[in-house]
Structure formats: C-alpha cells, structure tokens
C-alpha cells in the first residue's frame, strides 16, 4: 500500500474526511455504546500509521512510543520528585536524530513527540495518569504529527472523554472554516509567494538590497505556509472532536518579542515558557553568585530558552543563531520594561498612542524578520 503521511498530499486530506464522516455517522449507531470514542480514535491512529506508513518508519515510531512509554510509567511509580533525567531521557532519540546517528532514529515528527511526552510527565502529578490508549492517541495523533500544534495531554484526554458529545453540525462548519483559511494560506498564498516572489531571488546574493528581499520574502512565505498548515491541523481536528489549539494569531501586529511569542507559534513558546523557562528562572534563585540578581537571572533564562528553541529546531548555525537573536531581543525588551517600571522614562511615550504602537510594530516585525531570514538558512555566508 502506497505510503500517505499526513497533509503529503490529496490523498491524505481524502483519507481524513473518510475517517470524519465515519466519526459522525458512528455516533448514531448503537454500536456507540459499546465502542467508546477514545478506542476509535486509538485504532485510527495506530491503524493509520501501520498501513499508511513506511513499515521502516511505523516500527520505529512504534518502539520510540513503547520507549516513552516505559519511561513514562517507570517515572509515576517512582515518583520521581526532580523531573531533568526523565526529561533527558526522553529527549535522547531526538539529540541523537538532530546528531544523524544511525538510521534507527529517523521517527517522523520526533521532536513534537519528545515535548509531548515531556509536558505529560512533567504534568502526570497534577493531571493523572494517561493509559496507553491515551497517551498513544495524544503523541501519534496524525493531525499534529509532523508540525505541531504542540497540544496539552491533559487537554486532549478531555476531549477523549467527552467522546461523541464534540461531533456536532456546529463543531464540524467550525472546523470547516479554520481547515478553509488554511488551504487558502499554505496551497494558494504561500504558493504565489513561493512561485512569484522567492523563488525569482537569487539567495547567493550579497547585495543588501537582494538580501533584504530574501529575508522579507522567506517571512512572509513562511507566515502563509505554516500559519496555512497549523489552520489545518486544526479545522481538521476539531471536525474529529479534537480541539487542537490554535498557533498562530496576527504575529506581525506584535508590539514586542514577548507578544509576538504569543502570536507566533503559539503552542512552542507556551511549551518553552512552561516547561523550561520557568523551572530554570526557579533554579536560578539557588545560584549564589545569582542572589538578588532578578534581571540577570531572567534575561539569562530567556536566552537559554530561545538557544533550547534553536537547538530543537535542528543542531545547526542558523537555526542557533536565529534562537539567540530572538533570545537577545527578548532580553532587551525585558530589561527596558524592568527600566522603565524602575522609574525610567519611556521613550515611546514622546509620541502619540497609535503613532507609538505602529513604531513598536515596526521595529519588531523588522526585527523579527531578520531572526527568521537567518533561520531560513538562505543567508549568503
């Protein structure tokens, strides 16, 4: 059988609708009582990825969530107070795949699996225990396999439980639109962007004009691309009775690197904020030559975070130095808010409200700009 990885192609959108249309229509069936909604989406999950699927690929995936799993499991009956060596257990395969060691690691999507099942364990104490089935629905989940939305596995458990109750007319037009304006962004925008604009640029250039239109070019590219295809992991999530959150939310109105994190890839920089910014910034408090040192302590935490942000990206220059241009923004804005509420004048006030918000505006979608033109590895060095 011909191999169908999630939004590869019409076959795989085809695929998905056949499985929505089956969902609502087995809701009305007696059969409903018996077969709960969360072992039907197990089943479409696992079945998925086994028939659809390299079989190279699908055991490796198989035998990564068995790993995690394990780890998952052996951490909740330990009751493991400190949570940074199953942490760096669980992240192992993936430091191993961004190394390219050995073929055994290729796991589609192994990086949205890894923080996945970190935030699950991180949160087992506050949330519970997920069973297998829920834990192997919440990580393969195909929707958001390969590129996020980086979900809550005590938020996706809900759903799971709630069962058919989510597959309503209303939930499935809501989806509906969400998949729409995602189709619209990834094959129609990002394509005319792509065909139209960067692809006639030549990127060897070193001509600053030739850059900057590369760099504004990959930006916008990107917005339509990702953005399209977070919408429609989404709208077809919610048509299944996964309410996915969204990723992206008008990212270049942001006024600054703390709003455009929470605009932009949304679900990464909540992780990132929740899962490693706050337990370092915590950690840094039992720093002795850190005492009473709160601002160096944050800005030194958030470039760590963005530096983790890069590395996870992939272990390579550009994807670093990207995560540490975000990580040096953020610092700078943190430590003008931190001047500013210390009595120091702020320098935007000289100017009207909406003369000062478009100037924040532009100076952090230039900013931001130049972060991504780097992390498009299209930079002529």
Same mark, same amino acid.
């Given at each position: 059988?011909?191999?169908?990885?999630?939004?590869?192609?019409?076959?795989?959108?085809?695929?998905?609708?056949?499985?929505?249309?089956?969902?609502?229509?087995?809701?009305?069936?007696?059969?409903?009582?018996?077969?709960?909604?969360? =072992?039907?989406?197990?089943?479409?999950?696992?079945?998925?990825?086994?028939?659809?699927? %390299?079989?190279?690929?699908?055991?490796?995936?198989? &035998?990564?969530?068995?790993?995690?799993?394990?780890?998952?499991?052996?951490?909740?009956?330990?009751?493991?107070?400190?949570?940074?060596?199953?942490?760096?257990?669980?992240?192992?395969?993936?430091?191993?795949?961004?190394?390219?060691? !050995? %073929?055994?690691?290729?796991?589609?999507?192994?990086?949205?699996?890894?923080?996945?099942?970190?935030?699950?364990? #991180?949160?087992?104490?506050? =949330?519970?225990?997920?069973?297998?089935?829920?834990?192997?629905?919440?990580?393969?989940?195909?929707?958001?396999?390969?590129? @996020?939305?980086?979900?809550?596995?005590?938020?996706?458990?809900?759903?799971?439980?709630? !069962?058919?109750?989510?597959?309503?007319?209303?939930?499935?037009?809501?989806?509906?639109?969400?998949?729409?304006?995602?189709?619209?962004?990834?094959?129609?925008?990002?394509?005319?962007?792509?065909?139209?604009?960067?692809?006639?640029?030549?990127?060897?250039?070193?001509?600053?004009?030739?850059?900057?239109?590369?760099?504004?070019?990959?930006?916008?590219?990107?917005?339509?691309?990702?953005?399209? *295809?977070?919408?429609?992991? #989404? @709208?077809?999530?919610?048509?299944?009775?996964?309410? #996915?959150?969204?990723?992206?939310?008008?990212?270049?109105?942001?006024?600054? %690197?703390?709003?455009?994190?929470?605009?932009?890839?949304?679900?990464?920089?909540?992780?990132?904020?929740?899962?490693?910014?706050?337990?370092?910034?915590?950690?840094?408090?039992?720093?002795?030559?850190?005492?009473?040192?709160?601002?160096?302590?944050?800005?030194?935490?958030?470039?760590?975070?963005?530096?983790?942000?890069?590395?996870?990206?992939?272990?390579?220059?550009?994807?670093?130095?990207?995560?540490?241009?975000?990580?040096?923004?953020?610092?700078?804005?943190?430590?003008?808010?931190?001047?500013?509420?210390?009595? !120091?004048?702020?320098?935007?006030?000289?100017?009207?409200?909406?003369?000062?918000?478009?100037?924040?505006?532009? &100076?952090?979608?230039?900013?931001?700009?130049?972060?991504? *033109?780097?992390?498009?590895?299209?930079?002529?060095?």
């Amino acid at each position: 059988m011909n191999s169908i990885l999630p939004f590869s192609g019409i076959n795989f959108f085809i695929l998905a609708f056949i499985f929505i249309i089956f969902l609502h229509f087995f809701k009305y069936l007696p059969l409903r009582k018996i077969i709960r909604y969360k =072992y039907v989406i197990f089943f479409a999950v696992v079945g998925y990825i086994y028939f659809f699927f %390299p079989h190279s690929i699908s055991n490796a995936m198989f &035998l990564f969530l068995l790993y995690t799993y394990f780890i998952y499991k052996v951490f909740i009956f330990f009751n493991y107070q400190k949570i940074l060596l199953p942490m760096v257990v669980i992240a192992l395969p993936m430091i191993l795949y961004k190394l390219d060691i !050995g %073929p055994m690691y290729k796991i589609i999507g192994i990086s949205y699996i890894t923080f996945r099942s970190i935030q699950a364990i #991180v949160d087992s104490k506050n =949330y519970g225990v997920m069973s297998f089935i829920d834990f192997t629905s919440f990580l393969l989940f195909p929707n958001t396999l390969l590129a @996020g939305p980086i979900d809550r596995s005590y938020r996706f458990q809900k759903d799971l439980n709630k !069962g058919y109750d989510n597959l309503t007319k209303e939930n499935f037009f809501k989806g509906w639109d969400i998949f729409i304006v995602g189709v619209l962004f990834k094959f129609v925008f990002a394509e005319i962007v792509s065909i139209y604009w960067l692809s006639n640029i030549n990127e060897k250039s070193k001509e600053i004009a030739d850059m900057a239109n590369s760099a504004y070019a990959y930006t916008t590219y990107l917005y339509f691309d990702f953005a399209g *295809y977070s919408a429609m992991a #989404v @709208g077809l999530s919610i048509m299944m009775g996964i309410f #996915v959150p969204m990723n992206f939310n008008k990212p270049y109105l942001a006024q600054n %690197p703390q709003d455009f994190w929470r605009r932009f890839h949304i679900t990464l920089g909540s992780w990132l904020n929740d899962y490693f910014f706050k337990p370092l910034y915590k950690y840094l408090h039992n720093v002795k030559l850190l005492k009473g040192k709160r601002l160096l302590m944050q800005n030194i935490a958030i470039l760590s975070t963005f530096l983790l942000m890069g590395l996870w990206n992939g272990l390579t220059w550009y994807y670093i130095f990207s995560g540490f241009l975000f990580g040096i923004y953020s610092a700078i804005h943190n430590s003008y808010v931190w001047y500013v509420r210390k009595g !120091g004048k702020d320098l935007f006030s000289y100017f009207k409200p909406y003369v000062a918000i478009n100037i924040k505006r532009f &100076l952090m979608i230039n900013a931001a700009v130049l972060a991504l *033109y780097f992390f498009s590895g299209r930079v002529p060095v």
